[in-house]
Structure formats: C-alpha cells, structure tokens
C-alpha cells in the first residue's frame, strides 16, 4: 500500500510540475506553416506606427503591417542572450532601412515575452532599439507559438490571401546580421 500511495504521489508531482511542458497551449510553428496571425496593441509612438503602416487605433494583427517580410524577434528583458543579442538586431534594422529596394518590403518587431511595458520601454532605451517593440506581458503570444526560448526569430511571409507563412525561423544569435538579412532575402524570393 506505501508503494502505491508513493508511486501516485510521485506522477501527482510529475504531473503539477512538468504540466506546462506537456500540454503547451500552442506548438511551435516549422517552416512552411501558417503562422498565427497575432494581435498586438498599436503603439503610441507614431513614428513606429508609421514605419508599420498603420492607422488603427487600439489594435492590429500582424498580418495589417505593409510589408511581404516580417522579422520577429521574442526576447525578453531579462535574459541576458536578448540584451548581448541588442546590438546585432539593431545593426539588422540599420542595413534594412538603408536598402532602399528592401526598406519597404522587410520590417521588424519585438516581442517582449512577459515583459510590462515600462519593461518594453527600460529596455529601448537601454539598448537604443529604433524598431517597434511590443509587450506580451500575460505571455498570451508566447504560448500561442509554442513557449519558445530567448532570443527566438521568426521570419514570415505575406501571403495574397493576408495569411502569413513561416519561412525562417532561428534560436538564439543571429550572428552576422549581412548574413542573416541574406539568408531571409532568399527565403522570401527578395533575392
């Protein structure tokens, strides 16, 4: 009977610590899947509404910025691989706006997993990011794809049909972002 009661009390904890991992509310998405069309508060800053396209007001989905390429970067503010990772996402976004044929065809966001937006806002400023950055501080879009690890990149395609297709998708450094921006390029058939 003690072997019982222990055996049920050992997967009883299994199961409450180890509940997340094996029922996540949503799946990773892979290459070639459709990706979910997330909704995101529109900012307050109209620069970063202008350099998306957009003119409504309270929210949007992904699939309302102007743009055939959507980089995705999840990340948060505390880990210390988004703050050391910083630096080369800011380089991207530089090469992509100086690109005059690319600019208006490929663009970025941030999605601060769990991050507040005074957390959003600490960590613009700290490490001057110039693209729109956005809080999912109830982790609703996290789990939704798949409660990825930090930094996570997600590159997406516009569809005809507005749906978005997943064409890249990276874990952790993007390491050289020339490099990267060129593995994308040809992804999307930019190049």
């Known amino acids: 009977m003690k072997k019982a009661i222990l055996f049920f009390s050992f997967v009883l904890i299994f199961f409450l610590v180890f509940h997340n991992f094996l029922y996540a509310s949503g799946k990773t998405p892979l290459k070639g899947d459709v990706f979910p069309d997330i909704t995101l508060t529109v900012s307050e800053k109209t620069l970063e509404n202008d350099y998306l396209g957009l003119t409504a007001k309270g929210s949007f989905r992904i699939s309302g910025i102007k743009a055939e390429v959507l980089i995705i ?12 990772e910083a630096p080369s996402v800011n380089e991207l976004y530089q090469i992509i706006s100086k690109s005059e044929d690319i600019k208006n065809k490929v663009k ?3 999605i601060g997993a ?6 959003i806002d600490v960590f613009r400023n ?15 879009i ?4 798949g409660e990825v690890r930090t930094p996570y990149f997600f590159v997406v395609k516009k569809n005809p049909d ?9 874990v952790g450094s993007i ?7 060129d593995i994308i390029l ?3 058939g930019l190049r």
């Not at 769990?114 to 957390?119: I, V």
């Not at 390491?175 to 921006?181: A, K, S, V, W």
Request: charged residues 20%.
């Open 73 to 84: 970067e999840i990340y948060s503010m505390y880990c210390p691989y988004c703050q050391k």
């Open 108 to 110: 970025i966001i941030g």
């Open 114 to 119: 769990g991050n507040t937006p005074f957390e």
């Open 126 to 140: 700290q490490y001057t990011i110039q693209f729109p950055l956005f809080s999912d501080e109830t982790f609703k």
């Open 142 to 145: 996290h789990k939704a794809i």
């Open 162 to 170: 507005g749906s978005n297709t997943l064409i890249y998708s990276k």
């Open 175 to 181: 390491q050289d972002p020339g490099q990267f921006l």
């Open 186 to 188: 040809k992804e999307a």
